[in-house]
C-alpha cells in the first residue's frame, strides 16, 4: 500500500481510494488541471458515501420488499394516474408535511406505490419507516408489556415519511385504534404519512372496534391528505391463471405412465 492509499485510508475516504488509479489515468489522458482532477476525485467520494447512505436508510425502513417506479406494471389498471404518483415522488408533500391515502381493494398495486415513494423519499435524503398496521399494533403491544411506549412512540415520530400498509385487512385487536390515533395525532401537520387501506373508511370504526377513534383518526389524517383511489383487479389473481396451467401440464407430463395408457401405447 502507497503513503497516498495510507493517507486515504486514515481520512476514510474510501469512494476516491477505489477510483483513483482510473482517475489518474484520465487526467493524463486528457490533461485535467489540478481543479478539475480534485472536483472529479471528490464527486467519486461523495457518490460512494450518498449509496451508502441511501442502502443505510433503506435498510432501516424495512420495508416489505424494495419496490420502484420503474418495475410498476402501469399498464394493469389503467385507473392509476401516472402524473398524480410522480408528482407524489418529488416528495413536496414530505416537505410540507401533508398526507397520501391509496385506497382500492387488494392486489391493484397500493402497497407496490407506498413502498416505491417511501424508497424515492430515501434517494432525497428523508428517513423513512414502513410498517404494516399489523406491525404498528404489535410494536405498541410488546413495549407496553415493558413499559417501554415512548421508545415505540419515538420510532414512528421520528421519520419524515411513515408508511402504514395494510389498513382493513382484518379486525384489529383491542386498542388497536388508540395506537393509531397516538400516531397520526403527533404527526399531523409536523411529519408526513401513507396509509393503504382496501376498505371503506366507513368501515374504519368497525375494523378498530372504536367508532369515535376511527373518526378521530380520520378527521387528522384526511384533513391534507391527497387520496389516491385506484380500482381494478388484482395482479396477483390475474397471475394465478396462467401459473396453474403451467402446474398443470409440468405435472401431467412428469407423472409415471398408467397400465391403461402404456396399453394404449403398444
Known sequence: MTTLETTLKQLRLSGLMQTLGVRLQEAAANRLGHAEFLELICQDELNVRQERQIN?????????????????????N????????????????IRQAKDVLFLGPPGVGKTHLAQAIGYEAIRQNFQVLYRSIFDLVRDFLKDEAFNQQDKTLRKYLKPELVVIDDMGLKNLPKH?????LEVIMRRYENRSTIMTSNRPLEEWGKLLGDVPTAGAILDRFLHHAQVIAITGKSYRVSEAPAMSQENKKGRKSSEPATATSKAQTQ
Open 78 to 93: 389503467p385507473s392509476i394516474h401516472k402524473k398524480d404518483i410522480f408528482e407524489l415522488a418529488t416528495c413536496k408533500f
Open 56 to 76: 443505510r436508510r433503506t435498510k432501516a425502513a424495512d420495508f416489505r420488499a424494495l419496490k420502484t417506479l420503474e418495475d410498476f406494471d402501469w399498464s394493469f
Open 176 to 180: 388497536s385504534g388508540e395506537y393509531l
